[in-house]
């Protein structure tokens, strides 16, 4: 695996942050954290992308972006609306949230698995990275993507 520790491949994506705050203040922790990871791990595997998740109707005109604790509730209303902002002339979608799923491996140890879904606001600088994490089905139901399907199944 030692061969493999030098091996690296990166996939970007361009993500529209709302605010340069997300970028320089937990978007940058949780990729800090990332990186922490991969020089103790022997393989990482990373995903982000953007999520467009529902939240309860607002009765102003102001955008609501649910928490990550209304996202996980088992209770919600009954009706939910996807809002976002739109930019420039060609109308470019901002996602309401971002997600970062990471698997990594390390030699006789069990694989890490975290998910974490990061509202695309401002103010969450000082906020613990642990408060973003949530169960990768939330992630897989909101994107229609299935993660790391084969790793995460048991063996027969």
């Known amino acids: ?3 493999l520790k030098s091996l690296r491949w990166v996939c970007g ?4 942050f709302d605010s340069n705050t997300l970028t320089a203040g937990i978007w940058n922790r949780l990729e800090q954290h990332v990186r922490q990871l991969a020089d103790k791990s022997d393989i990482v595997f990373v995903c982000s992308g953007p999520l467009f998740l529902p939240a309860p109707i607002s009765t102003s005109n102001e955008l609501t972006v649910p928490t990550t604790a209304q996202m996980t509730s088992q209770s919600q209303p009954n009706e939910l609306w996807v809002q976002y902002r739109v930019i420039g002339d060609s109308h470019v979608a901002v996602p309401t949230h971002f997600f970062k799923v990471v698997l990594s ?4 140890q069990l694989p890490l698995l975290q998910a974490y879904v990061v509202p695309n606001e401002s103010g969450l600088e000082k906020e613990k990275l642990s408060k973003f994490l949530v169960p990768i089905d939330l992630i897989e139901k909101a994107s229609g993507y299935m993660f790391f399907g084969h790793a995460r199944r048991p063996s027969k």
């Open 105 to 108: 491996f390390k030699q006789n």
């Open 13 to 16: 994506i361009l993500l529209f």
């Open 1 to 3: 695996m030692n061969g």
